[in-house]
């Protein structure tokens, strides 16, 4: 097992739930990734799990409210957040996001998370109706504007013979998005992490527009011409942007994957419906172009499903799409001041994504190998190379999505610092 969170300070909060047995096992995961873990349980955790075994299992005081009030000299709940590196919330109720989403603080645990300045990840776990009720979703998004970062719940049968998501995560995709949650928060790129000097919400204030998932092309009302992308990069970035502060518009093509959390979403289908939005969108502080866009479009859509009459197949005669990309890096009213372009390249990837570079006139880009072999195109990992119109390039190692999102939020981030908002 790697030492991936050697060093790190995680403040453990445990919520009253039936998924708060499995915050007992991410004690241990946490502790066997190197991390030291110091336990905060609600009153209503403590009716599932005991403070002993959760300190049992951290090697160190669990705290709970009656401890803690009583005794608010020797650990105060702000020397309790100061003293870590990230605060995860698991299982996080409808109620504790409730009362962190309004600023309450009536016992310890929404004291300290509402005392802290450090970067907090939840991980929800609910009866999938609470889930889904547009109160939750509400308090998400209040959340995840806030900067904080959110893993789960997963899909599956529920505790009440339920079937949707409501689960809590797994205690090792906690661990993994924690991981990723504190890589993100460094930069991605070399900044060591500071205890209780973490950026939080990078790009609050920023607006964001990101483009996801293929275009569909109609040939006649059931036909159309598509291409493989899932929109899961895309996504990625948006729900990462969203999670560092950002008002973020998703302006994506039809997909299967969810909504993120904390993003206004806009619908097309096809690459010129595209093009209205991206412009309806501006301005925008920071474009992301990351939808497989189709090339061309068949010449004529015909209003009618074409029949099988027998005679001659039909000709396809297709004619080219805009390029939104270029056509918005090309703009000298409200050009948003950082363009991200993307390069989905099969061969010779660096030369042709410097030359698309070059062709787009964006400031960065960000090129990966969508050969067959690579898996990218609607699969979960990628390996990604950053340009710069300097000639500056970065090779990232293969990471999941969601991880490339994080970091390339991190570096958006950093770019924009200088650009005056929009
Ligand atoms: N793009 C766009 N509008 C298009 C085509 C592409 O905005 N009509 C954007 C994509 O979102 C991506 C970048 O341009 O950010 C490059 O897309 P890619 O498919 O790699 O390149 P193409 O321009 O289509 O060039 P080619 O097919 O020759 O590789």
Redesign the pocket.
């Known amino acids: 097992m790697s030492q991936s969170l050697s060093g790190r300070r995680v403040v453990l909060i445990i919520g009253g739930g039936i998924a708060a047995y499995k915050a007992l096992d991410l004690i241990r995961r946490l502790r066997e990734r190197g991390a030291a873990v110091r336990p905060i349980l609600t009153k209503a955790a403590q009716e599932f799990v005991t403070p002993l075994a959760a300190a049992a299992l951290a090697g160190q005081r669990a705290h709970t409210d009656l401890f803690d009030r009583a005794d608010e000299a020797e650990i105060g709940h702000i020397r309790l957040a100061r003293e870590a590196h990230a605060i995860v919330v698991a299982p996080a109720t409808a109620d504790l996001m409730a009362r962190m989403a309004g600023g309450h603080a009536p016992d310890l645990a929404s004291t300290v998370l509402l005392a802290t300045t450090l970067p907090i990840l939840i991980a929800p776990a609910m009866n999938v109706r609470m889930w889904q009720h547009p109160a939750t979703q509400r308090n998400l998004a209040t959340l995840t504007g806030d900067g904080v970062s959110v893993v789960g719940p997963n899909d599956g049968a529920m505790a009440e013979a339920e079937q949707g998501p409501g689960r809590m995560a797994e205690p090792y995709e906690i661990a993994d998005a924690l991981e990723a949650m504190l890589a993100a928060r460094d930069g991605g790129s070399g900044i060591g992490f500071m205890a209780g000097r973490t950026p939080r919400g990078v790009l609050a204030g920023r607006s964001v527009l990101v483009?996801s998932g293929p275009t569909h092309e109609a040939i006649d009302p059931v036909r159309y011409l598509a291409n493989r992308s899932s929109g899961r990069q895309g996504h990625a970035i948006a729900a990462a942007a969203a999670a560092a502060g950002a008002r973020v518009t998703l302006i994506s093509g039809p997909v299967s994957i969810p909504d993120p959390a904390g993003v206004s979403v806009v619908r097309i289908e096809s690459?010129r419906e595209m093009l209205a939005a991206v412009e309806a969108a501006l301005p925008a502080d920071i474009a992301v172009?990351?939808?497989?866009?189709g090339?061309w479009r068949p010449a004529e859509t015909r209003g009618g499903k074409i029949k099988k009459d027998g005679s001659a197949v039909p000709p396809l005669t297709l004619v080219e799409?805009?390029?939104?990309?270029a056509t918005i890096s090309a703009r000298t009213e409200n050009r948003p001041g950082l363009i991200v372009?993307?390069?989905?390249?099969t061969d010779d990837v660096l030369d042709n994504a410097r030359r698309?570079l070059a062709k787009?006139g964006c400031d960065l880009l960000v090129a990966n190998d969508v050969s067959h072999e690579g898996g990218v195109m609607g699969g979960a990992e990628n390996t990604v190379h950053l340009l710069t119109r300097d000639g500056g390039l970065d090779t990232w190692p293969k990471l999941g999505k969601e991880e490339v999102g994080k970091r390339l939020v991190a570096r958006f981030a950093e770019l924009v610092s200088a650009v005056p908002k929009s």
């Open positions: 483009t690459a172009f990351a939808a497989a866009v090339d799409n805009p390029d939104i990309l372009g993307f390069a989905a390249e698309k787009k």
